[in-house]
């Protein structure tokens, strides 16, 4: 029987030869993701419920991130259940301050990630991993506790969505843009319950980490998981950054595979994007939107926080003055350091912004950055709901690293293009 | 008698049901107190014990913070009536033991304000406010196995 990637993978976790959309299985677990908003409720459950077991501690990875350096007593007091935890479990990976960062962009750097295997983690976000050809999906704080304690979770096998993205992206057009174009024309639950296959040329010459910002935004759509296919850039990131364990195997979807649907894109004709608030398929080309006045611009999170995205930003801030308050906030602590050794961190302080540490930080309107009512943010990240940034009266634009860095030059939403 | 709640709002999100300022505690009955704070700042005020939410398609949609049911069931909300859910919500609750409701025309059927009793075994709401009776899909039975159980720490201990 014919398979897509996603029931393969599936399948191979749930012990079967074949699986189909819409079967119900227990899939054994690779790898959980666990950070300092839903896992230290998951502790306490499990606590309480007297199951003091954890099915293995080095396929649990920790890293405090939302509120990370802590913010207040009460993140602080999280922490410290966290950490607590942690080293009672003794959870090899443990990522403290210093060397956590930003659960998406950290896992795959640090090499957790591998094709081929399944990844859960408490953070909606978490289907950025099908970068990879894994199965990655976000879960709450039960689910959390159930595969930390068991190593196993009941899914139903998604149908998939076939996602066909064809022809080279302009000059000024990002991975960003793209996933924006799709969320516009699927809606924000064009996807809800499926699995997004991405698959098609324009993939073929993007970096690992621009093809993340694609199965990042999978769950805008509402998706279940965001997958995209192994190939040579795959292999050549894996290469450089599995360090522990370095076999995987490499599944792909069969040719005469069922797709609920397939979705057609000329990427060629994509213009930089704009998500409107209040949701991420409010995506219009810059065109529609250029000359809104902004407050604030922000590039960082999980969607567009990682060195490439960096760069971008940095080319275009290069010898001009940001117009506006701007933050600058690196992922992890790798790319932090990159940044600063690559010299980006002195263009971004000569044009006036501001640099943090890797944090969540403003992205979920936690610390460092929040919004007052009726300010506008130009953000690099992946939502735009009202009140994500802080006041509910605050509104955000979501776009590239480019048309942030340029708008935060201007002080308003503006084409990148004239800076490239 | 239990109240509906109506958001005539699809995408109602995590973001407006528990906003992430509050992320910062997981005790129930403090985030209760800021139950969908950013959609509806009355919402703590006018709900009752009991009370339901109606709202449109994509209910709960956005972050995976189990908080968002922790807050609606701490503010004693009963359940949740959508056109949909978001899949995350939706597995989150059914793992909480919170049993939410689905109905495709919940516009025309509920208005409000309106009084409801709800029948979750045999899949019926009696809308006394318009004396019509509403049939709704009972969820499927590996959630009701979780729910009856309580969750699904409970399940699984069981198992
Ligand atoms: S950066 Fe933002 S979207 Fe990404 S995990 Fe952190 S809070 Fe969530």
Redesign the pocket.
């Given at each position: 029987m014919a398979m897509t990637i996603t029931e393969k993978i599936l399948a191979r976790a749930a012990g079967k030869d074949k699986v189909r959309a819409g079967d119900l299985i227990d899939a054994n677990i690779d790898i959980v993701m666990c950070?300092d908003v839903t896992t230290p409720p998951a502790i306490s459950m499990l606590k309480e419920k007297g199951i003091d077991k954890v099915f293995d501690p080095e396929k649990i990875v920790v890293t405090p991130?939302?509120f990370q350096p802590a913010k207040d007593i009460k993140s602080a007091e999280l922490h410290k259940r966290l950490d607590t935890w942690a080293k009672e479990k003794k959870i090899k990976h443990y990522y403290k301050l210093g060397r956590a960062g930003?659960?998406?962009a950290l896992l795959p750097e640090q090499g957790h990630i591998r094709p081929g295997e399944v990844i859960v983690g408490g953070?909606?976000?978490t289907c950025t991993y099908g970068a990879f050809g894994a199965f990655s999906t976000g879960i709450g704080s039960t689910d959390l506790a159930a595969a930390i304690a068991t190593g196993q979770l009941w899914f139903k096998v998604p149908e998939s969505i076939k996602f066909v993205l064809n022809g080279k992206l302009g000059k000024g057009v990002y991975s960003k843009d793209v996933i924006l174009a799709v969320i516009a024309r699927i809606s924000t639950d064009g996807a809800i319950y499926k699995a997004m296959e991405f698959v098609g040329e324009t993939l073929a010459d993007m970096s690992m980490e621009a093809r993340m910002t694609i199965t990042n935004m999978a769950i805008e759509a509402g998706g279940k998981n965001g997958i995209i296919g192994f190939d040579d850039v795959t292999k050549a990131y894996l290469d450089e950054h599995l360090t522990d364990k370095k076999d995987y195997t490499v599944f792909e979807s069969d040719a005469d595979a069922e797709y609920e649907s397939v979705e057609e894109f000329d990427c060629s004709k994509i213009e930089p994007m704009v998500a409107l608030p209040h949701l991420p398929s409010g995506g219009v080309a810059i065109g529609e939107c250029q000359g809104m006045e902004m407050d604030q611009a922000y590039i960082?999170?999980?969607?567009n926080?990682r060195i490439e995205d960096l760069r971008i930003a940095a080319n275009i801030i290069k010898g001009k003055e940001v117009a506006i308050r701007t933050l600058i906030i690196p992922?992890t602590p790798v790319i932090w350091k990159q940044a600063k050794d690559e010299g980006l961190f002195d263009i971004f302080y000569d044009a006036g912004c501001v640099i943090s540490a890797p944090t969540?930080g403003a992205?979920?309107g936690?610390f460092m950055g929040i919004l007052a009512a009726g300010e506008k943010c130009v953000s690099t990240?992946?939502?735009n709901f009202v009140g994500r940034m802080g006041s509910p009266k605050s509104e955000v634009y979501l776009a590239s690293p480019a048309t942030a860095a340029a708008s935060a030059v201007e002080g308003k939403l503006t084409d990148c293009r004239k800076y490239i | 008698m239990p109240k509906a709640h109506v958001y005539k709002r699809d995408h109602v999100n995590t973001d407006e049901i528990i906003p992430a300022r509050y992320l910062n505690t997981d005790n129930e009955a403090e985030l209760a107190t800021h139950c969908m704070e950013d959609l509806d700042v009355d919402f703590v005020k006018k709900t009752q014990a009991g009370d339901i939410i109606v709202a449109g398609e994509d209910f709960g949609c956005g972050?995976s913070r189990e908080h968002a049911v922790w807050a609606i069931r701490g503010a004693k909300v009963q359940t949740v009536i959508a056109k949909t859910f978001a899949r995350i919500f939706y597995r989150n609750s059914i793992d909480c033991g919170f049993y939410l409701i689905e109905l495709p025309d919940v516009f025309e059927k509920i208005k409000d304000g309106d009084e409801l009793e709800i029948d979750y075994k045999k899949g019926l709401i009696k809308n006394l406010t318009s004396g019509n009776d509403i049939s709704f899909n009972p969820l499927p039975n590996f959630a009701l196995e979780i729910i009856a159980d309580g969750g699904l720490l409970n399940h699984i201990s069981k198992k």
């Open positions: 950070h991130d939302h930003v659960c998406h953070d909606s976000h960082g999170s999980c969607t926080g992922a969540c992205c979920l936690g990240t992946n939502r | 972050s």
